[in-house]
């Protein structure tokens, strides 16, 4: 088919669902469409390896899905960049360098930012954990310099928790003085059961990590961060894991959002025919769910069937997300905590089984 009369699919972000979807289309490609993948960098990280990258458990390798093979693969096109607008009613989508794409189908799987724009001194200082690419390399070029270590993870949820204890793991035997702190302006692990808060906190004392309650974070500075009671702690690595931030470019897009994510249906389908979300960018209005990797997985398939329905010109499908699902927490060292519909287990056995799930996962790639 002449490439001038192939439709134009751009997928922007190569997060967990597009990473799937273009490794399916290694089976069956899109028929009578192009496939262009818009992403900063050639790979990105699988988040449920993450913690375990950062504990020292999984080299970089290790961590990430190789973007670039997969299109390759695929004869998609990658195109490494940052979408930064979208006009829906022009099909365009502009990107930082002041390039622009015309698309006839697009998806945004761009996850979300942990950025404290807020906060004062955070943009200058401190280290989102979420884009994960630009997190992982901080860290790892943090980790591997020599000289004292203090670190201060803002936002005591799962996820500051984990990346808490991973980062005192993997400090355990540093030449030079060390410390991890986690900061929470209410209390750690509010959002998680009763069990789960119980083998934490345990766990987060085992690791050494200095659990700070009730206070918040009035300032960050090249130091450390300033304490709304006006205390100050020495930090030089200060991470920002305080609850989930949509990326600012898509309020100005003018897609129907919810609270700054944009707002889909059950197709996956956005306010604008052809442009479609999924994962953490996106809000599922008719059923919404916590942001977890294993939607951004679930819903690959789904969104697969329906850019080819909608190339088709087809109906488009529906997706049902879980209820529950079993949420694997790794504890700085090779032990982790498990639980699913309230029955929770901890220790080297569940990190064993979490290590082959995620295994399992990059595999397909
Ligand atoms: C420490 C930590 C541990 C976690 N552990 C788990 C876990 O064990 N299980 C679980 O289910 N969830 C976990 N999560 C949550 C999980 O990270 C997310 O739910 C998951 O990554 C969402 O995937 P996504 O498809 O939305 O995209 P992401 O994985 O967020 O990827 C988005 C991609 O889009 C790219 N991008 C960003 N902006 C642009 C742009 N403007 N243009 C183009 N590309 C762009 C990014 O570089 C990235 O490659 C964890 C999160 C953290 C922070």
New binding site residues.
Partial sequence: MNQNSLKSVVL??????HALVLNALKDAPLAGAHVTV????ST?PY??M??GFVAGHYTREELDIDLAALTAKVGATLIDG???SMDPQQRKIGLEDGRTLSYDLASV????TSRMDGLAGFVEHGVP?????DFSAKWDSFRSSAGIKHVAVIGGGI?GA??AMAMAFALRNHAGPVSVKLLDRSQILSANSAKAQARVRRALGENGVEVLEGIGVAAVTANGVTLADGRSLDANFIVG?AGATP?G?IADTGLDLKDGFIAVDQSLESSSSGVFA????AHMTYNPRP????Y?VRQAPVLLRNLRNALAGAPLSHYDPQADYLK?VSLGGKRAFGEKMGIGLAGSLVWRLKDKIDRDFMKQF
């Fill in positions: 922007v972000g190569g997060g967990h669902t818009i992403n900063p960098g990105a988040s449920g993450l913690p940052r979408a930064v799987d761009v996850g979300i954990a979420k884009p994960l690419a996820a984990e990346l894991a990326h470019w999924v994962g953490d960018c942001k977890a990797g294993v951004a694997l």
